[in-house]
């Protein structure tokens, strides 16, 4: 379906107009479309794009004269390989950050989704970094016919940003892409643009408030005395990008704080991970204020002693191993975020039957998703073949979001110095669009979903 915008443009949602996954939103313009975001379908979200959406393009792109990536999460570029297979030969276009990203992203995709060997993968991954166009955020850059494209940082995860576009007549198109939540310690708080005659706006927490960064804090410490009082594992299901940063920043300052450098051992088991982080450490000049004062009274937030990484399988498989026949208290963070694959699941299945375990979940959970099972408090869930029970402490600590939530939401739009003449909610379930929705339109301004 397509949705008017003005006289120059109109927009069709491929995906990401009512799911919270498999963002791909097609612009027309009269240069042609410009496509934003190319992402994969999750959880019960596949049933949105019809057979196979979880991989497949299934429209045209013959008109298609370039793609916009608003960051490297999955679910805003996971079907990039197919798009190219599908014969999109155009520019692609997304900050430095990001264009160093996308290949580590889509290199994981490639080996779980489709089995390909090493040199399989990089033949796509050489063809994906020919076409990539690293940008500078703020500077605006012609896209043709007197339309200009610029991005700006959002604060969502390392490069993360929303689009701007200029239209002939002046009048500017604003995509959200993943807002950041506010007052994060890693990466500054996104600004709202100077103008967005019209905003496409993610709406993901859009009924919802998180905790504060102090108030997760104090959570994480509570946390950390069950786990050195009954030996037990604290087991973080974290996205590689993002998520993870974010929590291994909040654990070293813990542990400085506490002086527990030899009792709680932290483990990073995500090859992925350990790869995003390191791009995070070369893309200091990104991060916040306070995450630079660290590194000036030599704090090393993303690389400390104490945070072991786990190199292989066999390494990960003893250590499951380990912790399962054992008193030893540890915080293990493994992806995948939404526990739908990856290492965290041997975890699951090894260490959730034991109620001296807890399980942080500090990330959305899509509907249809095993996390989304034991979030809500399932007392047996299915891995594989196997039924396992759910006896560990279940916690969900939404300061470690890096979405948006209702005020931030807000916030960013009220902040733009000039109403939007409508504002498109996006990226949303049902009743987070219409809860939001209500509060722009108390703002005075206009909605469309």
């Not at 004269?65 to 679910?75: G, M, R, Y």
């Not at 239209?167 to 996104?190: A, K, M, Y």
């Not at 396992?388 to 979001?401: C, D, L, P, R």
Request: glycine residues 8%; charged residues 20%.
């Amino acid at each position: 379906m397509t949705t008017t915008i003005c006289e120059l443009a109109s927009v069709i949602h491929h995906g990401g107009k009512h799911t919270v996954t498999g963002s791909c939103h097609e612009l027309k313009l009269s240069l042609g479309s410009i496509l934003i975001d190319c992402g994969l379908f999750q959880g019960k979200d596949i049933q949105f794009g019809g057979r196979n959406a979880s991989l497949n393009i299934e429209f045209s792109i013959k008109q298609l004269k370039a793609l916009i990536l608003t960051h490297a999460h999955i679910d805003h570029i996971g079907r990039l390989p197919w798009l190219l297979a599908a014969g999109f030969k155009g520019s692609i276009y997304c900050t430095k950050a990001t264009a160093e990203l996308v290949p580590l992203m889509l290199e994981d995709g490639l080996k779980l989704q489709l089995g390909l060997k090493y040199h399989q993968r990089q033949q796509v991954l050489n063809v994906i970094k020919k076409q990539l166009k690293p940008c500078h955020y703020q500077q605006w850059l012609p896209l043709g016919k007197q339309h200009y494209l610029r991005f700006q940082p959002a604060g969502h995860i390392l490069g993360s940003a929303y689009v701007e576009f200029k239209l002939p007549n002046s009048e500017v198109i604003v995509f959200s892409g993943d807002l950041g939540p506010s007052n994060t310690p890693l990466l500054p708080d996104p600004k709202s643009p100077k103008q967005a005659d019209y905003l496409f706006i993610e709406s993901t927490y859009g009924n919802k408030q998180h905790e504060d960064v102090s108030t997760r804090t104090a959570r994480l410490n509570h946390i950390i005395d069950h786990a050195l009082k009954d030996g037990g594992v604290i087991l973080i299901p974290a996205f590689s990008v993002g998520r993870t940063q974010e929590l291994l920043f909040d654990i070293e300052q813990l542990i400085h704080q506490r002086d527990l450098h030899s009792s709680l051992p932290i483990i990073l088991d995500s090859p992925l991970a350990k790869q995003v982080t390191k791009t995070y450490r070369r893309f200091k000049k990104l991060w916040s204020t306070e995450a630079k004062n660290k590194l000036n009274h030599q704090r090393h937030p993303l690389s400390f002693e104490q945070c072991i990484t786990v190199d292989n399988h066999r390494e990960h498989q003893a250590l499951v191993n380990r912790l399962a026949s054992t008193d030893e208290p540890a915080i293990v963070v493994a992806a995948s975020g939404m526990c739908e694959g990856g290492r965290i699941v041997n975890y699951l299945e090894a260490l959730l039957p034991d109620e001296k375990n807890d399980v942080l979940f500090a990330g959305y959970q899509a509907q249809g998703t095993l996390g989304r099972a034991i979030q809500q408090g399932d007392s047996e869930i299915s891995i594989g073949e196997q039924r396992v029970e759910v006896n560990a402490q279940i916690h969900t600590m939404s300061g470690y979001s890096a979405h948006a939530d209702q005020a931030d939401l807000l916030r960013f739009i009220t902040g733009i110095p000039a109403k939007p003449k409508a504002v498109h909610l996006i990226h949303g379930e049902t009743n987070a669009k219409r809860e939001l929705g209500e509060l722009i339109e108390q703002n005075g301004v206009k909605v469309v979903d």
